[in-house]
């Protein structure tokens, strides 16, 4: 995850790119445009290309391309013991959970054409624990199982969760996996999720600001034990959302 930052085209009548085949969406920022970069956690390493398209202000097309080195991260594995109805489902709950999963992924592919996050990232729980998970491959049960997608923050039930950034509510929902959840649009194809929580203080469609409480730890879903997995997606890129926290825009 980075900020990409383009000088000399705050006149320009258009400005579009992409980077690995995925749009990239620019916004103003200060006296340049800029734009949001991620990659998912399952590309591949090796080279990736990408290209940025400008009409300036009299109306002349500007083009340029190359490609940037995506390095392997090494992901840990994680073994974990469940309740065996809770991983291999019987058919009306992966029925549901087919069901969850499709609702989900037709939302994370809307794109709001605005901008609604301002400034930095705020961590979603307090406190200074690092959180952790991120990408590890899962063994459930002794099933390979998904890579995980987010990060999961250790905290008591109750502790209070806020907005990493100012966005608007998209959903609120009791998935089977996820628990109950919320998933915040920040605009231009960037969403944060909040899973396994106890309880649900905002409502679908309201607008919040960083920092603002939307919900309490829980352990709702298929959990362990009370937690937060928080998970950040970019145009459908499953990112690293602690890549969010060591952002330093001032926009």
């Given at each position: 995850?980075?900020?990409?930052?383009l000088?000399?085209?705050q006149d320009?009548?258009?400005?579009?790119?992409?980077?690995?085949?995925?749009?990239l969406?620019?916004?103003p920022?200060?006296e340049?445009?800029a734009?949001?970069?991620?990659?998912?956690?399952d590309a591949?390493?090796?080279?990736?290309p990408?290209?940025i398209?400008?009409?300036?202000?009299?109306?002349?097309?500007?083009?340029?391309?190359?490609?940037?080195?995506v390095?392997?991260?090494?992901?840990s594995v994680e073994r974990?013991?469940?309740?065996?109805?809770?991983?291999?489902?019987d058919?009306?709950?992966e029925a549901?959970?087919?069901?969850?999963?499709d609702r989900?992924?037709?939302l994370?592919?809307?794109?709001?054409p605005e901008?609604?996050?301002?400034g930095p990232f705020?961590?979603?729980?307090?406190?200074?624990?690092q959180?952790?998970?991120?990408?590890?491959r899962?063994?459930?049960?002794?099933?390979?199982r998904?890579?995980?997608s987010g990060?999961?923050y250790?905290?008591?039930?109750?502790a209070?969760?806020?907005a990493?950034n100012?966005g608007?509510?998209?959903?609120?929902?009791?998935?089977?996996f996820a628990?109950?959840?919320?998933?915040?649009?920040?605009?231009?194809?960037?969403?944060t999720l909040?899973?396994?929580?106890?309880?649900?203080?905002?409502?679908e469609?309201?607008?919040?600001e960083?920092g603002?409480?939307i919900?309490?730890?829980?352990?709702?879903?298929?959990?362990t034990g009370p937690?937060?997995?928080?998970?950040?997606?970019?145009?459908?890129?499953?990112?690293?959302?602690?890549?969010?926290?060591?952002?330093r825009?001032?926009d």
């Amino acid at each position: 995850m980075a900020l990409l930052f383009l000088a000399g085209a705050q006149d320009a009548r258009e400005i579009e790119g992409s980077l690995g085949g995925r749009p990239l969406a620019f916004f103003p920022y200060g006296e340049e445009q800029a734009a949001l970069v991620g990659i998912d956690l399952d590309a591949r390493p090796g080279k990736t290309p990408w290209r940025i398209g400008v009409v300036d202000a009299a109306g002349a097309p500007h083009t340029r391309s190359g490609v940037v080195t995506v390095h392997a991260r090494a992901f840990s594995v994680e073994r974990l013991t469940l309740p065996k109805p809770m991983v291999d489902l019987d058919s009306a709950a992966e029925a549901r959970a087919t069901a969850e999963g499709d609702r989900l992924r037709t939302l994370l592919a809307m794109l709001t054409p605005e901008r609604l996050w301002h400034g930095p990232f705020t961590r979603p729980v307090s406190g200074t624990r690092q959180p952790t998970g991120f990408g590890a491959r899962r063994i459930i049960n002794g099933q390979p199982r998904m890579p995980h997608s987010g990060v999961d923050y250790a905290a008591p039930r109750g502790a209070a969760v806020v907005a990493a950034n100012r966005g608007r509510v998209a959903l609120v929902g009791d998935f089977f996996f996820a628990g109950r959840l919320a998933v915040l649009d920040h605009g231009l194809g960037l969403y944060t999720l909040y899973f396994h929580l106890d309880k649900v203080d905002v409502e679908e469609g309201a607008l919040v600001e960083r920092g603002q409480v939307i919900g309490e730890v829980g352990s709702t879903g298929r959990a362990t034990g009370p937690h937060l997995h928080w998970a950040a997606q970019l145009r459908q890129s499953r990112i690293d959302p602690t890549a969010l926290l060591a952002l330093r825009p001032t926009d």
